[in-house]
Each structure stands twice: as C-alpha cells, then as structure tokens.
C-alpha cells in the first residue's frame, strides 16, 4: 500500500480534505482524456493501493471498487476527442482535471496532483508531484478511478467500431492499431491532432508499420 504521507503532512498543518488528482488518456490515437479527484480520509485501508500501471486489470477493477467505498468524495470528467482536437491535449488535460476537482461532493482545501509542472487553474492551494501515482495515496486512488473509467468506455467503443481492437489497447498506437488504421482510415473518435491520424495517408502509414 502506498502511505499517506503527503495527506498526514497537510493534515499536521490544517488541511483537511486533501484531493489525489490524476489523469489517464494523453498519449492514445482515439477517445477521451479522463481525470479523477479522489479524497480519502487518512484511516483508509487499501492495502493493494498502487499506480495504476503497475496493477492488473482484475486487481484495478478489486482497488477501483475499494476507493469508491471508503472515499469521502470522488469526482471524475472527461474531455472528447473532438475537444482535444479543438484546444491541444495539454490543455485538455488541465480542463480534465479542472472539472473533476470541481465534481468533488466537497471542496477540497488542498490540491495533490500527479505531475510536477501541473498547475491547475483554481483558487486552492495545491502541488504538483513528479511520479505522484508511486508516491502519493490520493494520487494513487485518483489513477485507478481514471484508468478504470476510461477502459470501461474504450470496451464500449470497442462495440461500435469493433474494427480497431479499443478492447486490446484503449486507443494507443499499438503496431495491431497502426494497422487497423491504415486498413480503414480513422474512425469518429480518433484524434485528427495526433500523427499519424491527421491527414492519414495509408502509404506513410506502411511506412511506419515496416519501420517497427
């Protein structure tokens, strides 16, 4: 389990709703960026808290619903392939977890967020943590409520554009996906800002699958 180190730091100096804020989803070619904000109370058992990467899918899915037990509020937003396009996946990052702090069931008086050189536009202390999802409870609970939330609709879009394999890969540029994609061009929810998918031309597209 990942302590709570920086919530117990906080909580010594009089901050009590301490918000883990996360994202999952900036690198993939297709789908939303997701983000969570998750405040635990500082007696939370979850012995099998861990980055989100590190975890099995069964194991997220075990955590995911452990988090949402014991938390004392949870907030979670999504920003669309069409936004991302519109504003640049950095900003929609920020947007992401902008809005998931503000659906917090709470106001959280202080900000813990994974990623040294976020700075999220709100008027709450915060700080940013390099490596946060390894470091930092709240964090921790926030990448897995991202993560398993994204995966769920990347399933769901699986169903509807079953073509691409989103079951397998969740939208990054896997070589099965780079395929998929020089086979029958993108579909509505790709990302027409990210290479190779802007501008898609299946001869380029060859070009990298041969290169990898």
């Known amino acids: 389990m990942i302590p709570f180190i920086y919530e117990k730091k906080l909580a010594r100096r009089g901050f009590e709703l301490v918000a883990g804020v996360d994202e999952v989803g900036r690198g993939p070619l297709a789908g939303p960026i997701v983000a969570a904000a998750v405040i635990l109370p500082l007696d939370c058992s979850l012995p099998d808290l861990d980055d989100s990467k590190k975890l099995s899918p069964q194991k997220r899915e075990k955590v995911f619903y452990q988090i949402k037990k014991c938390a004392i509020g949870i907030g979670v937003a999504f920003v669309n392939h069409k ?8 900003r929609a990052n920020l947007l992401a977890m902008k ?12 900000l813990l967020v994974d990623g040294e050189r976020y700075r999220i536009d709100l008027d709450i202390p915060q700080r940013g ?21 994204r995966d769920r609709w990347m399933i769901k879009y699986h169903e509807k554009f079953p073509y691409y394999g989103f079951l397998r ?6 070589r099965e996906h780079l395929r998929q994609l020089a086979k029958y061009g993108p579909c509505p929810i790709h990302r027409r800002s990210f290479y190779p998918v802007g501008g898609l031309r299946t001869s380029w597209l060859e070009m990298i699958l041969i290169a990898l």
């Open 83 to 90: 936004r991302i396009d519109q504003i640049n996946i950095g």
């Open 99 to 110: 809005i998931a702090v503000e659906k917090l069931k709470f106001a959280p008086d202080f």
């Open 129 to 149: 943590i390099s490596g946060g999802d390894r470091k930092c409870a709240s964090i921790a609970a926030a990448s897995i409520i991202a993560k398993v939330t």
């Open 169 to 174: 890969h969740k939208g990054y540029g896997t």
